[in-house]
């Protein structure tokens, strides 16, 4: 598939290509990335970078593989990344960063929404998951405020990158679902 471009009130979502390598990699030197991504790459480096965006991006737009469709989020065409946000076709499920100095002014919210109507409406997919380490409540948030709804706790579905299944909260959205905040979060 080509990559899509999604627009919302503050966003521009596409593609994230070699002009956002160095960007990626200054933002996920951040060690929050280290203990909330299970498969970000520790220490982050350019190479890492690099595969991200002419490997698994790539892949994903033209096959539907691996991360599947990933957007890199701008404050207007051509901008600075932001950070991402992609559909794990494989996993079925969401997952996204925000670089630190961009957190905070609700665009993660913003972003996953679009990305969500989009799955739904362009893949007939009819079921959206997600998935947190438990002591990350800003993701938990933005999943809540999508409308995600609340499963419970237990072990990660993935494997961290030390093989580990972290205690974590899982939550899911179906595509007849409104968007509305649901209730049910220990939050
Ligand atoms: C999770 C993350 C993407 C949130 O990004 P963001 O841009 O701050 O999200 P938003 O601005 O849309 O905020 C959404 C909600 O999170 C809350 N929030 C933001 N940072 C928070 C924090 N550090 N602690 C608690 N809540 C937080 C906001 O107040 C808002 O809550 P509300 O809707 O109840 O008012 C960002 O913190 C991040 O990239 N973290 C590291 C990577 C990560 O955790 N990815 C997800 C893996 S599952």
């Not at 070699?18 to 991504?37: A, H, N, S």
Request: proline residues 6%; negative net charge; contains cysteine.
């Amino acid at each position: 598939m080509e990559p899509v471009v999604l627009r919302t009130e503050r966003l521009v979502l596409s593609v994230p290509t070699d002009d956002d390598i160095d960007t990626i990699v200054e933002l996920c030197q951040d060690e929050l990335m280290l203990d909330t991504l299970a498969s970000l790459p520790w220490p982050y480096t350019r190479a890492d970078a690099e595969f991200f965006v002419r490997e698994v991006v790539a892949a994903g737009w033209e096959h539907g593989l691996g991360l599947g469709t990933v957007w890199g989020m701008r404050e207007r065409e051509g901008g600075p990344l932001l950070g991402t946000v992609g559909w794990n076709a494989e996993r079925a499920e969401i997952g996204y960063w925000m670089g630190a100095p961009s957190r905070g002014r609700g665009y993660m919210t913003e972003a996953v929404r679009a990305v969500c109507a989009w799955v739904f409406a362009e893949l007939g997919v009819e079921r959206i998951g997600w998935e947190a380490v438990a002591g990350n409540a800003a993701s938990a948030r933005v999943a809540r405020a999508a409308g995600f709804r609340y499963d419970g706790e237990g072990p990660s579905n993935i494997a961290f990158r030390d093989g580990s299944h972290p205690h974590s909260r899982h939550g899911h959205l179906l595509a007849t679902d409104d968007g509305a905040p649901k209730p049910g979060w220990p939050l």
